[in-house]
């Protein structure tokens, strides 16, 4: 089919052409005819004729399918078309022929130009014709699309595609000879618009010095030292904008040369973190000098990267001697162990576990000395990786106070148990002789009053009363240190029952003096039993005890503090207290009455206020003379003994 | 057998005291007694043991009917020597009166596991501790039956 046109588009084509062009049609449709067949079976090459200055002559299936001409549309027009417009320009196609005419036949690889515009890499083959004379008849083309080739092309590109990164494949003349898809996306424009294309117009800086050799060294050679090698460059895309990539180049020998491959990716979000990286490590350099501890941040590999003058000072080094040395010079133990993964957690597991919980180790000074250090860690991602932050403070100073402070409270505590002891042991030795004295001036006085003179009688009096409140004195005494000190478990403990355990103790006082006591709802609380009965049995006790002329009426009620504390009242319309005696009638052994108005030593009150201290509350009182008072005392719902 | 304290044989009494005042006090208490009361003294545990045992200057001493104990004492304390008075087959029938300044509630538990008849804080009164001593006698002396063995 194509054949026949041939002849016959030649044939009408041709009428003003001159007589040696006709006897060539001539001599070559007869072996036209021959091949006929066998070229029309051909598709995968193009293969035509021309005569000496490239007029195209033959046409075959292969070049229609390849090129994208019909050979109606082709034959008679010249070869140059096939080229770039730039290799025309530069008289490459007459070149190509001069060469060929030269040596009778040439091959390169190079870019072809379809009909359509469209480019791609051809396998080019001229062969001059020459007749038996050896006059230059013309020119066979014997091409084929490299990009189809089953060998190198097909195989290629399905093994382009699976890549990730941007495949561009180049030849040595820079030009793109093959795409991938992600290429395609990454630049924005269609494969047939890359391919054929010079590198440059998508890679403008760069990329060409890596490829081309310079006089000294092949193209192979510049070639093999860019192997490997991720070579940052700037990128453009089809609508011009620019983004950083990182190319990876490795040469591929086909059947058509060596041809270069760059694998493309794209790393401007990289270039981004890398930038805000660089930011933050700045703005951290300067946090670093700023804090008031010593600051050493350490890599995964537990060296020293970063410090402050604050740890240079500490450590009595120079920041040169530190930087890239192990921080187990400075803190030799537990730190690695802190950061180092074991079987079990990974590095940034083990890290987490350490973020913000102080850490007390001890560190090393350049010249040998040790002092106690507290670190807290926290991770620092870096454009290095993992760093390991630590802020390092000195306690030497509070690791000497907290020993001062527990040597002081071990003291304190001792002096206070060896007082209560004293305190314990006097009134309990002191009571034996004063057992003795006053027996037997009391045994004297049964037995001699009377029978002495008065004087006598007066002066055993005074003895025997010396003795009754000497006595009393020391037991109160006994009672006021043991009060708070042998102490029961606390446990739940009914405010009523309490208060009615302390109106059983004081049943025939209520008895005598005919006291009416009241109470509203009381709380239960987690207290001592014991020592809350006692403390309303003195309250109500007083309440009764220094009463006015009217009935004596106690209330005793309470209310909610707060979360965790009660405060209990127990009001009467007793004598009254003045202000300025608030404070004393707490003290031991302080009285506002003289003996002949009340009895009593004034415990009741000092051990009221211990009993409530020690169980973690207070007590005060409200009151006006003639008036009568109120005492108040709060305790915790729960609790703790001190 | 006889009634002891009902007929003309005196009650034997050991007071272990060491304190001279409170031995005269209980021996004036013991003066307005309804029974007949020899009160013999050891000033110690030690001599309170030997006493029980008959030894040394105590070989001719006869066997008390009841004892009045002291806790705190020189030399062998009041709660060893009511160890070992329970402890002895011969002696632990014997009823033994604690009486203590101590008013503390070990000592009461102790004691008592030790198997003290009983235990009584001595009053800080002369009142009080003319009455303690009278309740001795009126109810260790008189209201009780003590175990009676053979003198030997």
Known sequence: MVGSSVSATAASASPKRNSSERELVEALRESEERYRMLLDGIENYAIFMMDAQGQILSWNAGAERIKGYTSDQIIGHNFSRFFPPEDIERGRPEEVLRIAAASGRYEEQSMRVRKDGTRFLGNVTFTALRDSAGTLRGFSEFSHDLSESKESGAKYQALLEAAPDAMVVVNQAGEIVLVNVQAEKRFGYRRDELVGQKVKNVIPEGFAERLIADGARSAAEALAQQIGTGIELIARRKDGSEFPIEIMLSPLESAEGILVTAAIRDISVRKEAETHLAQMEGKYRGLLEAAPDAMVVVNAAGEIVLLNVQAEKQFGYSRNELVGQQVKNIVPEGFAERLIADGTRSAAEALAQQIGTGIELIARRKDGSEFPIEIMLSPLESAEGILVTAAIRDISVRKEAETHLVKTVRELKRSNDELQQFAYVSSHDLQEPLRMVASYTQLLGKRYKGRLDSDADEFITFAVDGCNRMQGLIQDLLAYSRAGTHAKELCEVSGEDALQGALTNLRITLEQSGAVVTHDSLPALMTDETQLTQVFQNLVGNAIKYRSTEVPRVHVSATKNGDNEWTFSVRDNGLGIAPQYFERIFILFQRLHGRNEFEGTGIGLAICKKVVERLGGRIWVESQPEKGSTFYFALPERAERL | ?152
């Open chain 2, 1 to 152: 057998m006889k009634m002891i304290g009902m007929d003309a044989t005196p009650i034997e009494v050991l007071l272990v005291e060491d304190s001279p005042g409170d031995v005269r006090l209980t021996r004036e208490a013991f003066k307005d007694a309804k029974v007949h009361i020899n009160l013999h003294v050891a000033s110690d545990g030690a001599e309170a043991m030997d006493f029980l045992n008959r030894q040394g200057k105590h070989s001719n001493v006869p066997r008390p009917d009841l004892i009045l104990l002291d806790l705190n004492l020189p030399k062998k304390d009041g709660r060893e020597v009511l160890e070992e008075i329970k402890e002895s087959p011969v002696l632990k029938s014997i009823p033994v009166v604690i009486l203590t300044t101590s008013a503390s509630d070990a000592d009461i538990l102790r004691s008592y596991t030790l198997h003290a008849n009983c235990y009584i804080t001595k009053p800080v009164g002369l009142d009080g501790f003319l009455e303690v001593v009278k309740s001795i006698d009126s109810f260790w002396l008189s209201v009780v039956k003590l175990p009676h063995e053979p003198r030997s």
